[in-house]
């Protein structure tokens, strides 16, 4: 399909605004809170944002679009192009007509950033239990300056504010759980690591650009005390150092510390970067989902919409993670994803129906386990059981939510089931949908709305958070300026339900990378949402401002 650029009018396409952060818990089916409106221009309070255009890369479901960079200079966005193995570089002068002017040949990239007119993509190897590169290029003319080797699977990268240091995370994940002698090939399994890369950027040719290496070996002989702690080390046979895999990086303001997620361990790895060294690994704990404003729909066979508090353990297990500063102390926010191990020989995933649950635990064991209730909701079957194996805590994965956490990881606010309350508010006939099909509550059994990427950007003095949501679509926008109590302040989904999408009508499916561009840096003189969506292979730009 040829590649083409679509002119949009400027118009906002559905935008809901809300103005309390956590909605109250739906004890019923559908109930919800009735959204309201935000505050006074330049006070914090409800965003407007708005559909400017997007870029169609023609490939749909193969990863035409997903993470997103913008370079201020040349008024360029650098977008990776998985399914051709490129970052694409689409001039956006003019928002409303993203137009794509060339490329980067970056096979196996997975992820790009941009400082000060330099590119850096992270790309991983042909197999990808090799150690992957980051290959630097200049923003102006796509010429390649650098390669770096990191570890396996360099999945995220990103600059420290100065632009002197760039930071990388490898995940290191298995080809499989296989053991040798097996009828199976015997799988491998790489460690884990973060890569912090030194650039010399005085002399301009990046010559002295080293990487080391924070890595996890000293947590090999602490298993037992670590997963005494929370932290989930369950791989069969890996040790700590290859169970551990780092998603996600946001970087402090003075560049000294790396916050990474550790997606399938739940858990977060502070990094000292002027060291290369990991200084601590945080549990992240488990959600509630029976306390009222912790409900969640946890059945595709219910006949749509049924938030409710259920006696769950959600574990939060975050993908994206961005830092921000509020109130003279230093946050992060996170999207609590979900995610599961599915490799040969292990797979993680099981519905409540189908365990034996702990009848103290579980009185009601056999209405729980109906289909109309908890008995399609995957879980980990990692869940904690009794010495009889029978299950005595639910825990399914991801929280379905936002979170905020302060520097030393501690949980500070959860937006609980807000993000379910607000697409069922603004999407009643299409909740919980996939975002390959338009297939109404296909997902609640399995993660929900799945918010995934995630960054922060300041608004005419006020701070806030923008979260994609991966199955339905769409951004949410939270004010940050209490980071105790962030408030939800509006809502955009530019998916075409009525479309299809396969044929390319639906719209932008699949958001992953979410970037803010600061209103300072924008071709418009506008603050600006680029976001790149996987299963559409568009990128959406959006014009961010106060309603």
């Known amino acids: 399909m040829k590649k083409r650029s679509t002119l949009l009018a400027l118009a906002t396409v559905t935008v809901m605004a809300a103005t309390t952060a956590l909605l109250p818990s739906a004890q019923a089916t559908g109930s919800h809170a009735k959204p309201g409106h ?65 490329q980067l040949a970056t096979p196996g990239a997975n992820s790009v950033a941009v400082h000060d007119g330099l590119v850096a993509v992270a790309q991983q190897a042909t197999a990808k239990t090799d150690r992957g590169t980051v290959s630097f290029f200049r923003a102006s003319d796509g010429r390649k300056l650098k390669e770096v080797r990191v570890g396996a699977l360099p999945d995220m990268v990103t600059f420290t504010p100065e632009g002197d240091r760039v930071v990388v995370a490898n995940e290191g994940e298995p080809d499989s759980y296989c053991p040798p002698g097996g009828a199976e090939p015997a799988g491998m399994d790489p460690v884990g690591s973060v890569s912090v890369i030194d650039l010399d950027r005085g002399r301009g040719d990046l010559r002295r650009a080293t990487a080391r290496t924070a890595g996890f070996g000293e947590w090999d002989g602490k298993k037992e005390e670590l997963t005494k702690d929370g932290v989930l080390i369950y791989g069969p046979d890996a040790s700590v150092g290859q169970d551990i895999e780092p998603e996600y990086v946001a970087v402090s303001e003075d560049g000294r510390t790396a916050w990474v997620t550790l997606q399938e361990n739940n858990a977060l790895a502070l990094v000292d970067l002027r060291r290369a060294e990991v200084e601590k690994i945080v549990p992240l704990g488990e959600k509630d989902h029976s306390k009222p404003g912790n409900g969640l729909d946890a059945s595709d066979k219910d006949g749509g919409v049924n938030i409710r508090t259920w006696p769950v353990k959600g574990l939060y297990k975050p993908d994206a993670i961005h830092a921000f500063t509020a109130r003279g102390g230093e946050y992060t926010v996170s999207a609590n994803e979900g995610d599961a191990r599915d490799w040969a020989c292990f797979s993680e995933e099981v519905r409540v129906k189908d365990v034996v649950l702990n009848p103290q635990a579980f009185p009601d064991a056999a209405a729980l386990q109906k289909d109309g209730a908890l008995g399609r909701l995957n879980i980990t079957s990692t869940s904690p059981v009794d010495s009889q194996g029978r299950v005595t805590e639910l825990n399914s994965l991801g929280g379905r939510s936002i979170s905020v956490r302060d520097e030393n990881g501690r949980l500070v606010w959860d937006s609980g089931d807000d993000l379910e309350q607000l697409t069922a508010k603004a999407f009643p006939e299409n909740f919980n949908t996939d975002h390959a099909v338009n297939a109404p509550d296909s997902r609640s059994d399995n993660k929900g709305p799945e918010p995934e990427g995630i960054t922060t950007g300041t608004v005419r003095g006020t701070t806030y958070a923008f979260v994609g949501l991966e199955r339905p679509g769409g951004i949410a926008a939270y004010d940050l300026s209490d980071p105790h109590r962030p408030k939800a302040a509006g809502y955009v989904n530019s998916r075409d339900f009525a479309g299809d999408p396969k044929a390319g009508t639906a ?41």
């Not at 008024?75 to 998985?82: D, G, K, Q």
């Not at 970037?515 to 924008?522: I, Q």
């Open 38 to 102: 935000g505050g006074r221009p330049g006070s914090g309070g409800t965003l407007d944002l708005t559909l400017l255009g997007r870029y169609e890369s023609g490939k749909y479901d193969e990863g035409g679009a997903e993470i997103t960079a913008y370079d201020s200079r040349t008024r360029r966005v650098f977008t990776i192009n998985a399914q051709a193995g490129t970052v694409d570089i689409l001039d956006i002068r003019n928002p409303a007509e993203p137009r794509k002017t060339g």
């Open 507 to 547: 719209g932008d499916l699949g958001p992953e990378g979410v970037l803010f561009v600061a209103a300072k840096d924008s071709p418009t003189g506008d603050a600006l949402l680029v976001v790149g969506n996987e299963v559409s292979g568009t990128t959406a730009i959006y014009r961010v401002g106060n309603a």
